[in-house]
């Protein structure tokens, strides 16, 4: 089944303990990217990788960084979370960036 | 970035209405996409239409574009309470896209049994 897992679902952690979300797709995609989603800004694009060891930041990068190792996985961290990073995240793979896009499940992060 | 804009923000209708979500954009584009968020759930896509492309259907869906205005709608008619969901349009960058999709912030579609 072509899908777009993210792993964990739920995380509920402190501030400044360093934490990863992996991303990973089996449609043999080019592009990824991640998104947070906030009650009343919508979907924003955090990171989006064109392609292997290709990234880019989007419309609010700060405090997250990806890597972008193979084609499938593109895990996005959180060096040293703040509370202003709770939020839900997407990752989401397309053919190419304007694409029909494919999301994930959803990662709800809570930074205390 | 551009930005597409949904309206209305919120809408409550009954089963078996139709309902009509709209959506604004800024600057030219070479495809509108419009998605379905059902609570905190991963966005799914419904339906692409091109700029040079008026008019697309998909079972319940029809959805409109005018270039001219900047403006597509979303029709689903004959409503049902599955369809309770937020719905999302997505433009692409005008010069090929590499960016990506850009998101509004959707309208919440409530169908009352």
């Known amino acids: 089944e072509a899908q777009v897992t993210q792993n964990p679902r739920y995380l509920i952690t402190v501030t400044g303990k360093k934490l990863t979300v992996t991303c990973s797709q089996n449609?043999?995609?080019?592009?990824m990217s991640w998104y947070r989603q906030d009650p009343g800004l919508g979907l924003r694009q955090i990171y989006y990788?064109?392609?292997?060891?290709?990234?880019d930041k989007g419309d609010v990068p700060e405090g997250y960084k990806v890597s972008r190792k193979e084609k499938r996985n593109f895990p996005l961290i959180l060096e040293s979370p703040s509370p202003n990073q709770t939020s839900l995240y997407f990752c989401?793979?397309?053919?190419?960036?304007?694409?029909?896009?494919?999301f994930g499940p959803g990662t709800r992060l809570t930074v205390l | 970035s551009q930005q597409g804009e949904e309206d209305p923000q919120a809408l409550s209708i009954q089963e078996g209405e139709n309902a009509t979500m709209n959506c604004s954009y800024k600057?030219?584009?070479?495809?509108l996409q419009w998605y379905r968020q059902n609570s905190g759930r991963g966005l799914v896509h419904l339906i692409l239409i091109r700029s040079n492309e008026r008019e697309k259907h998909s079972g319940r869906l029809r959805v409109t574009l005018d270039t001219s205005k900047k403006s597509s709608s979303l029709l689903i008619t004959a409503s049902r309470a599955a369809d309770t969901a937020s719905y999302f349009c997505a433009t692409d960058a005008p010069g090929g896209g590499a960016d990506g999709l850009t998101f509004g912030k959707g309208t919440h579609l409530i169908i009352q049994p």
């Open positions: 449609m043999n995609h080019e592009y």
């Open positions: 990788s064109m392609n292997v060891e290709v990234t």
């Open positions: 989401a793979s397309s053919l190419f960036g304007a694409d029909t896009q494919y």
């Open positions: 600057t030219s584009i070479n495809n």
